[in-house]
């Protein structure tokens, strides 16, 4: 059994660039608590590993099976809330109180699905900001036992350390990131969701006049949707130690919707790159601003025009939202697919005959030899 995983990882992921650099960066985030004792970065990488999850149910669920939700906050909150709850007030343990918040969170999915049913395109995506939106103020008017704004805070923690609730997320993410993959690839031989989910995503009609339960499969979707995403909801209630009407918020679900859009739709491995990128630029773009405060006050007041500039510039820093739209306007305009795609396009080729992944370098597949020029 050895020799068969050595003689697959030197045929199978070796000669492939992509599966390398995943392997790489998995690496480093195995061993990133060995690089810093830096609690901010710590926490920032936490929050990330948790959001990957997030977004890559979301790619699941509106990429690959087209039903495109606006609202994915939704099973996030839901999560969040039913586990932060059940944990304040009935002092549930934390796995109990977990996983009813997880279950919250498909129960959801799945009623959410019943109106999105005869729902397509902007009509299904306006449906669901919908709910997010019409749960807030419920949130808000039952303040006595939800905190209202400022939420509920105390709640059980996942781990009492950093790096243990670190790795704890890690583990997670990673195994919800290969299961997600698995369920959406339409080659694998074993699991046929991947499949079927592409054809209900191309045209939904004839998926169903192909013998296609389309309504089994969307409702599906909802489901595995909502359970990834209020796993995330609640690890991030548990390691934050607390729940509030932002994890329900409409900033929360596009965040979602801009990091894979920026990685790459339809790849799963795309909504990874989106928020590993992105996520980090948003949190280093406050300690620029602190660096350019300081800049200012040494920068003597003579110096008038030099000051507008830095000041412009702090002020720019300060609305990382702006600079994350100008992102992806830019990603949207000059590369559609995503940066994590286009990279991949640009070290690798697919074989014409037997579609298996290539070296860029390479002039001949390395399995069936058909020219890749």
């Known amino acids: 059994m050895l020799r068969r995983l050595i003689k697959d990882f030197r045929f199978g992921v070796l000669p492939v660039p992509s599966r390398v650099i995943a392997i790489l960066f998995f690496i480093f985030l195995f061993t ?5 004792q830096n609690s901010y970065y710590m926490n920032m990488m936490i929050q990330a590993t948790i959001f990957v999850i997030f977004a890559v149910s979301w790619d699941l669920l509106s990429g690959y099976t087209g039903q495109v939700n606006f609202g994915h906050a939704l099973f996030f909150g839901v999560a969040g809330y039913t586990s932060g709850l059940l944990g304040y007030y009935l002092r549930w343990p934390l796995a109990a109180t977990m996983t009813m918040g997880i279950t919250a969170a498909v129960a959801v999915g799945v009623l959410t699905c019943f109106p999105a049913l005869k729902l397509r395109g902007p009509y299904l995506s306006l449906l669901t900001i919908a709910f997010p939106l019409m749960l807030v103020p419920l949130v808000i008017y039952f303040k006595d036992y939800t905190g209202a704004e400022y939420g509920l805070s105390g709640l059980q923690r996942i781990a009492e350390s950093q790096i243990g609730q670190y790795y ?7 195994a919800s990131v290969l299961i997600m993959w698995k369920l959406t690839d339409a080659g694998s031989r074993y699991v046929r969701t991947g499949l079927i989910f592409h054809a209900i995503r191309e045209d939904e009609i004839a998926a169903r006049a192909c013998g296609i339960n389309t309504v089994r499969y969307k409702m599906l979707a909802f489901a595995i949707g909502g359970f990834f995403a209020g796993l995330a909801g609640v690890l991030y209630t548990h390691t934050v130690g607390g729940v509030g009407t932002s994890m329900l918020s409409l900033n929360t679900s596009f965040q979602a919707v801009i990091w894979v859009i920026f990685g790459g739709i339809v790849s799963i491995y ?19 601003e602190t660096i350019l405060e300081n800049i200012q006050a040494a920068v003597p007041e003579h110096m008038v025009p030099l000051l507008k500039i830095l000041d412009f510039i702090e002020k720019l820093v300060a609305r990382p939202e702006l600079i994350l739209a100008v992102i992806v306007i830019v990603v949207l305009l000059f590369m559609p697919e995503g940066v994590a795609v286009r ?7 697919e074989c014409p ?21």
């Open 343 to 349: 990279l991949r396009d640009k070290i690798e080729r």
């Open 270 to 288: 795309g909504a990874v790159v989106g928020v590993y990128t992105l996520f980090p630029l948003v949190h280093f773009s406050f300690d620029i």
């Open 168 to 174: 704890i997320c890690l583990i997670v993410m990673t």
């Open 32 to 36: 990133f608590p060995l690089t810093t």
């Open 353 to 373: 005959r037997c579609k298996l992944r290539n070296g860029a370098w390479r002039k001949e597949c390395r399995a069936c030899s058909a020219s890749l020029r």
